[in-house]
DNA sequence: TCATTCCCTATTTTTCCAGTAGGGAAAATA
DNA sequence: TATTTTCCCTACTGGAAAAATAGGGAATGA
């Protein structure tokens, strides 16, 4: 399971608009700059991001992109899916299209169950949240774990 | 996030095998016919898998695969660390590699937080489990949950 | 000895990811 | 109006990885 360069680049771009402030708007350079990220791409990025409805842009000198609603409103699903399409996939096929027969059978729900966990942490946690980063208590709780830092 | 093929495939031909009950050994055509796998991907997987100490092997007529400990100590992360490596991956790095700087900074725990969920789940299901249809009760509570079945 | 089955290496085919290139259109500024 | 700035659009490229195929070699059991 790995999340794509696309994913991450455009969730770390729109945590730079979150923390430009409501209404600031930042160019796709800056951004580029601020996080390493190359630019003409990352222009492609925030292009999706403006046709998913989460950024808006403005052209001409001091323009650039800011989100089109407040950050504390946006999850970091909502940016993955924006940008990625499904958040889980088998495949390259959402669970509930699947089909397992024999001892594969629980296999669906298992799958199913991983993405219900996935759902809940990234979709419960928004923009504003990372940006300033003050996660909420179950997810911090996770992630304070010593054991989830190790690599097995 | 995406499960590949690979995996997929790895997880239901060792879940055949557990289905064979202990010791018994099935043949690598045998598995691709129940489970609709190309035979010779499936030899290369079986091949990992024996590498990786899950699986052991038998040459010759009456020859075939089995599993090589008990089915309810082999976790389905366990398969899958064994064909495709780490579990989860950002931009093809485990997150402990990761830096992020700035706004983008508690991106780490997240990621963190998300990778000890999908631990948690798949790390705790064993082979004997699903084959039995016989999910925890944790995992089963998270797949009946009517919503999780839902696309959005 | 012979059929069976795993085992190994190489090759192909396809797909997608990540990044590049170049110019066009809108908006602000002078 | 001219110019600069910045987003916007289309195409395309290189490469890696995923998925699958091919063909024969080496055990094993009958």
Known sequence: MRISAKADYAV???????AAGEGV????????????????????ILGDLRRGGLVAS???????????????????AEVIRVVDGPLVSVRGVR???????GPAESLLPLWIAVRANVRKILGEVTLAEVAAARLPGDVLGLAEDPEAWTNP
């Open 12 to 18: 770390r771009a729109a945590l730079e608009l979150a």
């Open 25 to 44: 708007s930042v160019k796709a350079e800056v951004i580029a700059g601020a996080q390493g990220i190359p630019h003409k791409f990352l222009e492609g």
């Open 58 to 76: 403005q052209r001409g000198g001091n323009g650039g992109y800011r989100l089109a609603r407040p950050a504390d409103t946006i999850s970091i």
């Open 95 to 101: 669970p509930p299209e699947l089909s397992y027969c």
